[in-house]
């Protein structure tokens, strides 16, 4: 660091002198205990008590005197070192070595700082037991004085006394702390300390706390601006009031806006001003009825009015552009989002206000309104006031007549409650003149017989495919009209028709009997562990994985020749039924335990068991007992079953699969598995109808 011209040259410091001009050469002289440093040629020269600049100049004076032809320039190189003593309430007090050069603050970071206890404002500076220096280090952090802040000379000692009085000060000030006391007498002067009041600070409020002569805690109450020269006592403490947020004199515009914001009241202020344009609106905003939320004082009790806000700003001399009051807020609704974040607050505020004497100021309306739900009650509000708050009657509404139920509890003893049918029939005047009162509930009920258009889908060999939308009531019988009839390459015998609540059912039922077959899996390998068997059930973890793999279908069987050609039960249509025409099939396939599943193309003179026979015949595992036929149409036929003494009267057509089941014998519950496979083949082969689209 630079040194000072009045730095004093003691033992241990070190000059760097060069010499130029007649001779050049470089010294580097050390000031010995004699406070002499020795320079050839010239000898001894006494340094002690002098500053640096009177040494710059008395050398300078004996070079030029006595060294002709030769200047020098002087500098001062390695600095001795001093020791010093901190001591009091110093962290770590004790003896310090320090650069000659070191301040009291340098002092002081060397040894830690000052304690908890220690004081900030009466550092002293004690030289040969003589007070030299105090130092306030406020002046330090608070101002960046240094003018106190004095140089140390060996020996010295630096002693910090236990803290003075104190006083602390909180709140709405810009250096809340605990401040030592020394010229400070006032609480204008720790405010002061404390760098003056925040911007948000109400001066007119603030508490001091102080222990009084009895020993008692006190509070007192403090108005800044006229009692602020109020003495202080150690130990008070200060606290300085925040300045309540809220606006007393403004207005609020909220809701479906791009830029919400609060505008300042004005006497006759209006909607109109509040809302200027209608610019100010996001997309489809609901202009019929928007809500005005009244706060009055001091309670701060709600009051909502409706305002039509298309008629205020059209009209500006007409009653809808309402004169604002202050606190007043404008909430405007929107048709393209939910508005339940936007009137929840509305609504909890009007519920916290109810009591035994004032009901709750909400009513609600549900059914076949926009949006349904609670809504504040406003002043006088009508039927139709409600509907149009609501966002007006959907498309299925009942537009002749509502409902509205309302709950009397006038009668301490008992409530009641009284249905009122109200006619919405516009040339009726009756939901403009019919008050709603707190906890009516308004039901808009459905027109009769609506409902969202149903549609259903064609595909495959029809002469027009696609999408249909049907009535209620509406048959097969009436689809196949529309969709033209059948191509030329239908195969009509294996149509596939499925209906959405069958595919639900199915996905359930699969979902039970996985449950069910994991289960019989694990009972199965344990009773097989039990006897000191080995559990093999390869195959039925096989047929446990294709069903897990296995989707619903929902396939419903139909026998579409008969419905057509005939005046047998029809099939009543519902919404997402879907008909499948696939192309004509001339294959017979063979399925399950057999040698090679495979298809044959269709022979009239074949039977099931010579399909068989062509597919390698059954394996080991194949169950012979329990063969059975899936039709084209979906339909099951058991041959063993069929009332025939063999198996030799069950024809065979084309689209037809002959299922070899596993044989599962094995297990406990044999009817699970053999329904099992069945589900597991059934669904394969319907889905293998739209795959072959």
């Known amino acids: 660091m630079p040194v000072p011209v009045n730095y004093i040259i003691g033992p241990g410091d070190t000059l760097e002198i060069q010499l130029f001009g007649k001779m050049s050469q470089q010294l580097s002289l050390l000031v010995n205990r004699d406070g002499q440093i020795n320079f050839p040629e010239l000898g001894p020269i006494s340094l002690t008590g002098l500053s640096f600049s009177e040494a710059k100049q008395l050398l300078h004076k004996r070079i030029k005197e006595q060294m002709i032809g030769v200047d020098a320039a002087i500098s001062l190189g390695e600095l001795r070192s001093i020791q010093v003593f901190i001591l009091g309430e110093a962290y770590k007090p004790g003896s310090y070595t320090v650069s000659s050069l070191s301040t009291m603050t340098n002092a002081l970071f060397v040894s830690g700082g000052i304690n908890d206890i220690g004081s900030l ?332 258009f149903a549609s259903v889908e064609v595909m495959g060999e029809v002469k027009f495919p696609g999408t249909y939308r049907i009535k209620k009531g509406e048959t097969l019988k009436d689809l196949m009209k529309r969709a033209g009839g059948f191509t030329d390459f239908a195969h009509i015998e294996a149509a596939v028709f499925t209906r959405v609540e069958l595919k639900e059912r199915e996905t359930k039922q699969l979902k039970e009997l996985r449950e069910r077959l994991k289960s019989d899996i694990a009972n199965s390998q344990l009773e097989q562990s039990n006897t000191g068997k080995n559990a093999n059930l390869s195959s039925l973890e096989q047929l446990m994985e294709s069903l897990g793999t296995t989707e619903a279908l929902g396939r419903l069987v139909v026998d579409l020749k008969e419905i057509l050609s005939s005046d047998s039960e029809n099939v009543i249509l519902k919404d997402g039924d879907i008909l499948v025409i696939p192309s004509f099939r001339q294959e017979v396939s063979v399925v399950g335990e057999v040698q090679y599943p495979t298809s044959h193309l269709y022979n009239s003179d074949l039977s099931f068991e010579e399909y068989i026979e062509r597919s390698g015949g059954e394996t080991d595992k194949a169950d012979d007992e329990r063969i059975y036929i899936v039709k084209a149409d979906g339909s099951v036929v058991l041959p063993y079953k069929s009332g025939w003494i063999n198996a030799t009267g069950v024809s065979i057509e084309p689209g037809d699969t002959i299922v070899v089941p596993l044989d599962v014998d094995a297990t406990n519950d044999l009817a699970l598995w053999t329904n099992v496979s069945q589900i597991v083949y059934q669904l394969a082969l319907g889905a293998a109808a739209f795959s072959s689209l």
């Open 121 to 452: 404002r009466n550092i002293q500076l004690k030289r040969s037991g003589q007070l030299v220096s105090s130092l306030d280090l406020y002046d330090l952090l608070m101002r960046g004085d240094t003018s106190n802040d004095a140089r140390l000379f060996p020996g010295d000692v630096i002693y910090i006394p236990p803290v003075g009085k104190t006083a602390s000060i909180n709140g709405a000030v810009k250096r809340p702390a605990i401040y030592e006391l020394k010229n400070e007498k006032d609480v204008k002067d720790l405010v002061r300390l404390a760098g003056g009041l925040s911007a948000t600070a109400y001066k007119n409020e603030a508490q001091l706390t102080r222990i009084n002569e009895s020993g008692f805690t006190t509070v007192l109450e403090v108005n800044l601006p006229h009692k602020s020269t109020l003495d202080l006592k150690s130990g008070d403490s200060l606290v300085v009031q925040e300045r309540v947020d809220v606006n007393r004199q403004s207005v609020k515009l909220s809701g479906h806006v791009y830029r919400p914001k609060k505008v300042a009241w004005r006497p006759n202020l209006k909607v109109s001003d509040l809302v200027q344009s209608f610019d100010t609106f996001k997309p489809l905003p609901q202009l019929d009825s928007a809500i005005l939320l009244r706060k009055t004082l001091p309670l701060y009790s709600l009051d909502i009015e409706v305002v039509n806000l298309s008629e205020a700003l059209s009209n500006k001399s007409s009653t809808a552009n309402k004169v604002l009051n202050p606190q007043d807020e404008l909430i405007i609704l929107g048709y393209s989002e939910e508005r339940d974040s936007v009137l929840e607050p509305v609504i909890e505020m009007l519920k916290k206000q109810a009591s035994s004497k004032h009901s709750t100021k909400t009513i609600s309306v549900s059914g076949m309104v926009r949006y349904p739900g609670e809504y504040p009650l406003a002043n006088n509000m009508t039927v139709s006031e409600l509907i149009k708050l609501a966002g007006g009657l959907a498309e299925s509404a009942y537009t002749l007549s509502g409902e509205v139920t309302r709950v009397s509890l006038k009668d301490p003893e008992k409530t009641s409650i009284k249905h009122f049918v109200i006619s919405l029939d516009q040339g009726s005047n009756e939901s403009e003149s019919f008050i709603l009162q707190s906890r009516d509930v308004l039901n808009i009920r459905q027109r009769p017989e609506f409902r969202e």
